[in-house]
């Protein structure tokens, strides 16, 4: 499984998605699986990738909470939580996305 975490250079949140994303793959046991980051700088970059707003978190090149909303826009994304609109998704909904891919 190759997890990676696409994301523009003004994201506040991109380091802390990585932070999760490890957190959640630690829950689940996998101790083996990398977190890659890739800093999309142009429109050309985002057209490239399965991107919705940073930060995009990718399983295998597809999103990991896919919305229908790519983009081209080196733009910020938000995410719905149980708490409500954040520019991250909880450690829990990770660890049951990243589960759910097997």
């Known amino acids: 499984m190759r997890i990676e975490v696409l994301h523009i250079e003004e994201c506040p ?5 990585g932070d999760r994303v490890r957190e959640a793959l630690d ?7 990398t ?14 990738v399965s991107f919705a707003g940073s930060p995009t978190i990718t399983v295998d090149g597809e999103d990991l909470f896919p919305n229908g909303a790519q983009t081209t826009d080196l733009a ?7 708490n409500g ?13 990243i589960s759910a891919r097997g």
């Open 35 to 48: 977190v890659a980051f890739r800093l999309l700088q142009t429109s050309e970059d985002a057209a490239s």
């Open 13 to 17: 949140n991109w380091e802390h998605a």
């Open 76 to 82: 910020c994304r938000i995410y719905f939580t149980p």
């Open 85 to 97: 609109v954040a520019g991250l998704p909880t450690v829990d909904q990770l660890e049951e996305a």
């Open 27 to 33: 829950r689940l046991g996998d101790t083996s699986t």
